[in-house]
């Protein structure tokens, strides 16, 4: 039956349904006894529930509002926000089960976008070590005006969700939370708290009674290398401080099998340097090229800081550089989730028919969608994708972060 016969339910109805698929960004596609499709959130595949429709364009979505026949996989969430705040959207399962329906819909949308991809390249999801209080930093928002809010948004709308306290958040970001919510001068606006493994805690944007607005230095250690990292609060950080090491060995493991020349490896979309210095004791030299100022203020002074001789962060934008900077085997692409500009991957692709160079490219991203999409363009150039190894970078969520590796 057509999703689109709009005349079917109406805002605010209430239908019984079936689960049948989580698919991308965890949204659960169901249907009626009559066949008609209902989406919504937070149900596992299998269970019977009640959905209450707020939205009937472009497809029927709604809230579940009761769970009739719960699947024996359901668990009690760890946070009593969970289905209200629009962070998390998987505490219904259990850990391992959430990274499975990960995987899943990782195939899905490869197989899906991509004609003839073979999916036994993608390897399972590599776990988190920890699956909550993972989080480093956090954005808060606030409402000032009514009964003094903070929290989050609630999914899909404009609602924010008062909280007390993050389960996926350090707990040292949930300390300031609470601070923050006693202090005399309720914060005006949004703020963020950034923590760090070493016991490093501040406030951005807003002025508190205990804690500083400043840079916070971090420490990062992998396979025996030991790099600190000094962070603005303008700057990107990668937000799970306990799967960064399990990330970057990956990428320096890829490194240091493969046979191709180690004399220059490239660091596109650089950030404060976090990379590049992983990967510096494998290659005679390492440039990095950022668009950020901040993120390269941090990364200068982090060169410094670490005394580190064979890497040189340079500030612009990828896509006006890349023409004409020199690229070498191994080019190392981490991009934003907007991915990477087609006129880079269109810069890499003539001078791999040119020279024969970049010969490997380890692409990581946040973003499966914008990682697809630029995948068929490489592919296009001829290179081949040799493996996609997820890691949950994001616990509890949907999202995750990929390393693809491809090969001339």
Same mark, same amino acid.
């Given at each position: 039956m057509n999703i689109y016969n709009y005349a079917m339910f109406n805002k605010y109805d209430e239908v019984i349904v079936r689960v049948q698929e989580i698919l991308k960004e965890a949204l659960c596609e169901c249907i009626t006894e009559d066949g008609v499709k209902v989406y919504t959130r937070y149900a596992i595949p299998g269970e019977i529930v009640k959905v209450k429709i707020f939205s009937t364009r472009p497809y029927y979505y709604g809230d579940v509002v009761e769970v009739i026949s719960p699947s024996s996989l359901r668990v009690q969430p760890a946070c009593k926000y969970f289905g209200q705040c629009g962070g998390c959207d998987l505490q219904m399962l259990p850990y391992q089960e959430q990274l499975k329906v990960k995987k899943h819909i990782l195939l899905k949308e490869f197989q899906k976008e991509i004609d003839g991809f073979d999916l036994s390249v993608i390897g399972d999801v590599v776990p988190s070590p920890k699956e909550l209080n993972y989080r480093n930093s956090v954005?808060? $928002?606030?409402?000032?005006?009514?009964? @003094? @809010? /903070?929290?989050?948004? &609630?999914?899909?709308?404009n609602i924010l969700i008062d909280i007390d306290e993050c389960k996926i958040s350090s707990e040292l970001i949930n300390y300031a939370l609470k601070k923050v919510r006693e202090q005399k001068n309720f914060p005006p606006h949004v703020f963020k708290v950034r923590s760090t493994t070493t016991g490093d805690l501040v406030v951005n944007q807003i002025e508190t009674e205990e804690f500083e607005d400043r840079d916070v230095i971090e420490k990062v250690r992998v396979d025996d290398i030991e790099f600190y990292f000094k962070i603005s609060r303008e700057s990107f950080f990668q937000v799970n401080s306990y799967m960064i090491p399990v990330w970057l060995s990956h990428i320096r493991e890829?490194? &240091?099998? *493969?046979?191709c020349d180690k004399s220059l490896g490239l660091d596109l979309y650089a950030g404060v340097g976090l990379i590049s210095f992983f990967v510096s004791d494998l290659f005679d030299k390492v440039i990095?090229? #950022?668009? *950020? $100022?901040? *993120?390269?203020?941090n990364a200068? #002074?982090? /060169? #410094?800081?670490?005394?580190i001789k064979n890497v040189e962060v340079l500030e612009g934008d990828v896509a006006k550089y890349i023409d004409s900077m020199p690229v070498g085997d191994i080019v190392i692409i981490d991009p934003s989730?907007?991915?990477?500009?087609?006129?880079? /991957?269109s810069s890499i692709g003539e001078r791999h028919s040119r020279e024969g160079k970049p010969r490997k490219i380890i692409y990581s991203s946040c973003?499966? #969608?914008?990682?697809i999409r630029d995948l068929k363009l490489f592919i296009s150039l001829g290179y081949e994708v040799e493996k996609v190894t997820p890691f949950d970078m994001f616990p509890q969520t949907h999202h995750l972060e990929l390393v693809a590796v491809l090969s001339d």
């Open positions: 954005m808060f $928002r606030v409402d000032p005006k009514r009964r @003094r @809010r /903070i929290g989050f948004l &609630k999914r899909d709308t890829e490194i &240091k099998r *493969s046979d990095g090229v #950022e668009i *950020s $100022r901040t *993120s390269v203020r200068r #002074e982090n /060169i #410094e800081m670490n005394n989730r907007n991915g990477i500009e087609e006129r880079v /991957i973003n499966y #969608e914008t990682m």
